[in-house]
């Protein structure tokens, strides 16, 4: 039997378990720094004595380098492996962590800033496809799902993060937790995660077998004797996502992710300060983030189940619409109780239908060319998605009312349900490189 039959037919070991969790341990690492600088920016701008145009500098500069990371160098782990492209992606961000509490100005934050989001950016691709080809088939979707809950639960922990340090310790004491939490995970991988089968046997060189069974019996299963011939061969270029073949399914996906993650950036941005302008004091704005990140756990690991179920694509389309209701409902709502209510709601949706988005990409590309479809699409998405709270912000000032900016920005997950609704999921690349079609679809 072929190495990827025993992955994908046999049950899943306590080690694939294992893979699975430092997925979503790393991905948490993405929630916690994307928000760390959130958090941090009131007390830099105080303390340097800088004005809002300039904090935005540093935290466009954030999006900016995980924008380039998810296109430049998540393909990389298509060529040198995943194991391998997230060890060198925890090296950058360690570094360029530790480094940012030590700048002086503007200039030199915003370029650490930009260092550590070229780590990010790649690491989110790579370890979606991680996730994907450690997971049997019967656990395929929850083990994304598993993955996509580090997003939130890293939100829960750099707002407790913050709330301690932040008076006593100072901006600097935040990062620099952030930096240690990251190269405390280099050895834990090194040691710990195993390459990507299915990534050893797509470059199909004269040791791949020997290789396979070697990770096969580090994992605990029997090991294999043949080997399929599938299509998976290294003749498959980069570019490939964007031939005839691929483009429908590229286009679609990244204008999904992209208009989704609009709305997402939406409210990871400008919740909070929503809150506190309607009446309510900073305590009450952080409870209702809270409770949005809350139901993105929820909704993540609930996406696992759905999924199993009703397949991939009727369990995303519903979550998306859901979205886009949770939250243009959120912008005419006052009382506390109800804003908490509906913040659960909004994470419970937004979530899920985030982790919808990463399992589809991951399963609707071949093994060679997954870790780059995932990355070109996070990539062009997390760039296309930054506008959504600068134009947020222009209405506001523009003193247009929040239930209408609510709205307007309650769309892009609303486009993005039709557009998923819409999207073959049976290619002709899936049926070329012996690719599975959507479960239940």
């Not at 049950?11 to 993405?30: F, K, P």
């Not at 994470?347 to 479809?373: D, E, K, N, Q, W």
Request: charged share 10%.
């Amino acid at each position: 039997m072929d190495p990827r039959e025993i992955i994908a037919q046999d049950r899943m070991t306590w080690r694939q378990w294992l893979a699975v969790v430092i997925c979503l341990v790393l991905n948490a690492l993405d929630g916690f720094d994307m928000l760390a600088i959130t958090f941090a920016a009131p007390v830099i701008r105080e303390a340097w004595q800088v004005t809002h145009e300039q904090i935005g500098i540093v935290i466009a500069s954030s999006l900016v380098g995980m924008s380039l990371g998810s296109l430049f160098l998540s393909p990389l782990a298509d060529v040198l492996g995943r194991r391998t492209m997230i060890i060198i992606c925890l090296t950058i961000m360690a570094i360029s962590m530790a480094m940012a509490p030590l700048s002086s100005d503007i200039a030199t934050l915003s370029f650490w800033r930009l260092t550590t989001g070229l780590g990010i950016g790649a690491l989110v691709g790579t370890i979606t496809a991680m996730a994907y080809e450690y997971a049997n088939m019967r656990w395929r979707n929850l083990a994304i799902g598993l993955m996509g809950v580090g997003y939130p639960v890293g939100g829960v922990l750099v707002a407790a993060t913050s709330a301690a340090l932040l008076p006593a310790h100072g901006w600097e004491a935040v990062l620099w937790i952030g930096a240690a939490a990251t190269a405390a995970m280099i050895p834990l991988v090194f040691l710990i995660m195993p390459e990507s089968i299915a990534f050893i046997m797509s470059k199909q060189g004269a040791g791949a077998l020997a290789d396979a069974n070697a990770v096969l019996r580090q994992l605990g299963h029997r090991l294999a004797t043949l080997v399929r011939d599938d299509g998976s061969s290294p003749t498959i270029r980069r570019l490939d996502i964007f031939s005839h073949t691929f483009l429908l399914t590229t286009a679609t996906l990244t204008i999904a992710y992209s208009l989704h993650t609009m709305t997402t950036y939406f409210v990871l941005g400008w919740v909070p300060s929503i809150v506190v302008d309607i009446g309510h004091d900073p305590g009450t704005a952080a409870l209702v983030s809270m409770w949005i990140n809350i139901g993105g756990v929820v909704g993540g690991l609930a996406f696992g189940w759905f999924a199993g179920h009703f397949g991939l694509k009727l369990s995303t389309v519903p979550l998306l619409a859901g979205t886009m209701a949770a939250v243009a409902i959120f912008g005419d709502l006052t009382s506390g109780p109800t804003l908490k209510l509906t913040g659960f709601a909004i994470g419970f949706c937004m979530i899920g239908a985030s982790v919808g988005l990463y399992a589809l990409i991951a399963h609707l590309y071949p093994t060679a060319l997954r870790a780059t479809g995932t990355g070109v699409i996070i990539g062009i998405g997390r760039s296309g998605a930054a506008v959504g709270p600068v134009l947020a912000g222009v209405l506001m000032t523009a003193e247009v009312d929040k239930a209408t900016i609510a709205i307007l920005m309650a769309t892009g997950s609303l486009v993005a349900a039709i557009a998923i609704w819409m999207l073959p999921t049976r290619p002709g690349a899936d049926q070329r490189s012996g690719a599975v079609p959507c479960p239940a679809d």
